[in-house]
Antibody, heavy 117, light 111 residues
Framework: QVQLVQSGAEVKKPGASVKVSCKAS????????ISWVRQAPGQGLEWMGW????????NYAQKLQGRVTMTTDTSTSTAYMELRSLRSDDTAVYYC??????????WGQGTLVTVSS | DIVMTQTPLSLSVTPGQPASISCKSS???????????LYWYLQKPGQPPQLLIY???NRFSGVPDRFSGSGSGTDFTLKISRVEAEDVGVYYC????????FGPGTKVDIK
């Protein structure tokens, strides 16, 4: 069965960086993309960007351009999302999710990132 | 950017009764390939979202047939024929004809 298992919760200070991992199993990793979606406490879903696991092509939300980098390691079927220059309003649960064509179907369990001084 | 709106934003339903959620987009979600890129998700309390409906009206694997989706262009509807206790949570619509964007969510609870 398709599984996306994310790394554990993080606490970071403002200005620091965080890198979240997402290990995929149960499907051919390079046949799909990975999207990252975040959810601030008590808020809705915000799409952050997408990476093709086939060729590494990326597409990021404009508001995060310059602060976010998404990568994959096909040897371990793992996707990564790094967010830099963290601010308090980056505090959120970060989800990775599988993408086929334009559909986001399976989701990881989420990783809580807390930004606090 | 495409703006997604949902109504109502909250809904309280008696078990066994139907429920309906509307989703509207600021631009047509019909692509030149003939597909309409509108999806419905349910986020149960404390869980990640789960895909219910893809491309307007197709139930995802394992989704009960009490869930159905309809609509076209800019107006879409998710219907639950008979609400069950396990259906509580927040329902989101999402478009992906452009960079993906979600509606604000509709919180459904049980009376």
């Amino acid at each position: 069965q398709v599984q996306l298992v994310q790394s554990g919760a993080e606490v970071k200070k403002p200005g620091a960086s965080v890198k979240v991992s997402c290990k995929a199993s149960g499907y051919t990793f390079t046949s799909y993309g990975i999207s990252w979606v975040r959810q601030a406490p008590g808020q809705g879903l915000e799409w952050m960007g997408w990476i093709s696991a086939y060729n590494g092509n990326t597409n990021y939300a404009q508001k995060l351009q310059g602060r976010v980098t998404m990568t994959t390691d096909t040897s371990t079927s793992t996707a990564y999302m790094e967010l830099r220059s963290l601010r308090s309003d980056d505090t959120a649960v970060y989800y990775c999710a599988r993408v086929r064509r334009r559909a986001i179907d399976y989701w990881g369990q989420g990783t809580l990132v807390t930004v606090s001084s | 950017d495409i703006v997604m709106t949902q109504t109502p934003l909250s809904l309280s339903v008696t078990p066994g009764q139907p429920a309906s959620i509307s989703c509207k987009s600021s631009q047509s979600l019909l692509h030149s390939d003939g597909k309409t890129y509108l999806y419905w998700y349910l986020q149960k309390p404390g869980q990640p979202p789960q895909l219910l409906i893809y491309e307007v009206s197709n139930r995802f694997s394992g989704v009960p047939d009490r869930f159905s989706g309809s609509g076209s262009g800019t107006d879409f509807t998710l219907k639950i024929s008979r609400v069950e206790a396990e259906d509580v949570g927040v329902y989101y619509c999402m478009q992906s004809i452009q960079l993906p964007g979600f509606g604000p969510g509709t919180k459904v609870d049980i009376k």
